[in-house]
Nanobody, 126 residues
Framework: QVELVESGGGLVQTGGSLRLSCAAS????????LGWFRQAPGKEREFVAAITWSGGMTTYGNSVRGRFTISRDSAKNTVYLRMNSLKPEDTAIYYCAARTIGSNRLSREMSEYEYWGQGTQVTVSS
């Protein structure tokens, strides 16, 4: 069992920045593919960003590409999401997720992630 704990959410003004962190309990964290998803009120959960187990490849959702950056520090068992130029439409609960199968490739599919954190709220005021 893998426990994921997100932190770093909060209230920020339009144009501001936040960095989300997700700490994992697993000893084999370095072999996991990781992703960030978000869910706004009344909307379905959507893909934000993903990174392979090696950190060598990343991919982003269309709405955040160029503004958000995913990274990982396997020594700290932590994955990060740096969010710049935030917009009100980025307001959502942000979830990190981990996958063990096929972790050397990227995935945007929620169904391919086995473990999920509890989420952290990000609110961007206009």
């Amino acid at each position: 069992q893998v426990e994921l704990v997100e932190s770093g959410g909060g209230l920020v003004q339009t144009g501001g920045s936040l960095r989300l962190s997700c700490a994992a309990s697993a000893r084999t964290f370095s072999s996991y593919g990781l992703g960030w998803f978000r869910q706004a009120p009344g909307k379905e959960r959507e893909f934000v960003a993903a990174i392979t187990w090696s950190g060598g490849m990343t991919t982003y959702g269309n709405s955040v590409r160029g503004r958000f950056t995913i990274s990982r520090d396997s020594a700290k068992n932590t994955v990060y999401l740096r969010m710049n130029s935030l917009k009100p439409e980025d307001t959502a609960i942000y979830y990190c997720a981990a996958r063990t199968i096929g972790s050397n490739r990227l995935s945007r599919e929620m169904s391919e992630y086995e473990y999920w954190g509890q989420g952290t709220q990000v609110t961007v005021s206009s």
